[in-house]
């Protein structure tokens, strides 16, 4: 069973950063492809980043410029840098396969106040 756990959500003041780093079990990060996620409240869940095997990383127009996605094979995890917070960056973080999706895990909670 693949599961993820997600950590390093905060409450931040708008122009902060914060660093979240996603663990993966039953799943290698280095051969599939992994995506951050959020969900605000009344919000769906929105994919913002992701990362394919070969490196190449995409985001939402929304965080673009600010967040950046990396991976560390050896430690079998994913993070999400965010720098620039918005108050509308306030979600609940979550990792998943993008198109396979694995348990969706706690995730961790991010508060941008202005």
């Known amino acids: 069973q693949v599961q993820f756990v997600e950590s390093g959500g905060g409450s931040v003041q708008a122009g902060g950063s914060l660093r979240l780093s996603c663990v993966a079990a039953?799943?290698?990060?280095?051969?599939?492809?992994m995506g951050w996620y959020r969900q605000a409240p009344g919000k769906q869940r929105e994919l913002v980043a992701s990362?394919?095997?070969?490196?190449?990383?995409n985001y939402a127009d929304s965080v673009k410029g600010r967040f950046t996605i990396s991976r560390d094979n050896a430690k079998n995890a994913v993070y999400l840098q965010m720098n620039s917070l918005k108050p509308e960056d306030t979600a609940v973080y979550y990792c998943?396969?993008?198109?396979?999706?694995?348990?969706w895990g706690q995730g961790t909670q991010v508060t941008v106040s202005s």
């Open positions: 990362i394919r095997p070969s490196g190449l990383t």
């Open positions: 998943n396969r993008p198109g396979s999706y694995g348990s």
């Open positions: 039953g799943s290698a990060v280095s051969i599939n492809a």
